[in-house]
T-cell receptor, first 111, second 114 residues
Framework: SQQGEEDPQALSIQEGENATMNCSYK?????LQWYRQNSGRGLVHLIL?????REKHSGRLRVTLDTSKKSSSLLITASRAADTASYFC???????????FGKGITLSVRP | DAGITQSPRHKVTETGTPVTLRCHQT?????MYWYRQDPGHGLRLIHY???????DKGEVSDGYSVSRSKTEDFLLTLESATSSQTSVYFC?????????????FGPGTRLTVT
């Protein structure tokens, strides 16, 4: 069963705007990760946030984690057309290094 | 890109035939995974390996078997392919370090079962 559920399923914004994507999960986690997938390609790791962290930054990416609400958000600031992709959250429940992926969010950034 | 290759990249096969997909890594990572990706389902774990000859089932393992005789190779076999196994298959690798099991993905294999 799916552990992470992303919201919204699809998002369309104008270049330069910020994109916010949310992920909710059901059980306790060791860490939560976000991945990006360009059309026809494999997933690429973006950022990891540990269960004892509340916020993390990497370039134009900002991730927050609220373990009390079992939710995370990914913010992409000043979006670019090249950010057009699908984004997945994945949770690590500490079981033999396995990750459980959500169904993904499709982000379209219009030039 | 992490050193992960998958072969073949595309395959069309008939129902009932056996199919083997290969994942090869040059990173010497301990963990290897096979996922399938289908519209509306995201990525689902089929099988994974935590060492040579050490494998375990994932969420959707029925109809699939795996083998890992060398650190670098992880094989996924469909003993008798069915149309429901038409999908895109991804291999991934990971290892314990400061990045805590971040996974690196291969380019995928698109399998069509007719």
């Amino acid at each position: 069963s799916q552990q992470g559920e992303e919201d919204p399923q699809a998002l369309s914004i104008q270049e330069g705007e910020n994109a916010t994507m949310n992920c909710s999960y059901k059980t306790s986690i060791n860490n939560l990760q976000w991945y990006r997938q360009n059309s026809g390609r494999g997933l690429v790791h973006l950022i990891l946030i540990r269960s004892n962290e509340r916020e993390k930054h990497s370039g134009r990416l900002r991730v927050t984690l609220d373990t009390s609400k079992k939710s995370s958000s990914l913010l992409i600031t000043a979006s670019r057309a090249a950010d057009t992709a699908s984004y997945f959250c994945a949770t690590d429940q500490g079981a033999n290094s396995k990750l459980t992926f959500g169904k993904g969010i499709t982000l379209s950034v219009r030039p | 890109d992490a050193g992960i290759t998958q072969s073949p990249r595309h395959k069309v096969t008939e129902t009932g035939t056996p199919v083997t997909l290969r994942c090869h890594q040059t990173e010497n990572h301990r963990y290897m995974y096979w996922y399938r990706q289908d519209p509306g389902h995201g990525l689902r774990l089929i099988h994974y390996s935590y060492g040579v000859k050490d494998t375990d089932k994932g969420e959707v393992s029925d109809g699939y078997s795996v083998s890992r005789s060398k650190t670098e190779d992880f094989l996924l076999t469909l003993e008798s392919a069915t149309s429901s196994q038409t999908s895109v298959y991804f291999c991934a690798i990971s290892d314990w370090d400061s990045t805590m099991y971040e996974q690196y993905f291969g380019p995928g294999t698109r399998l069509t079962v007719t």
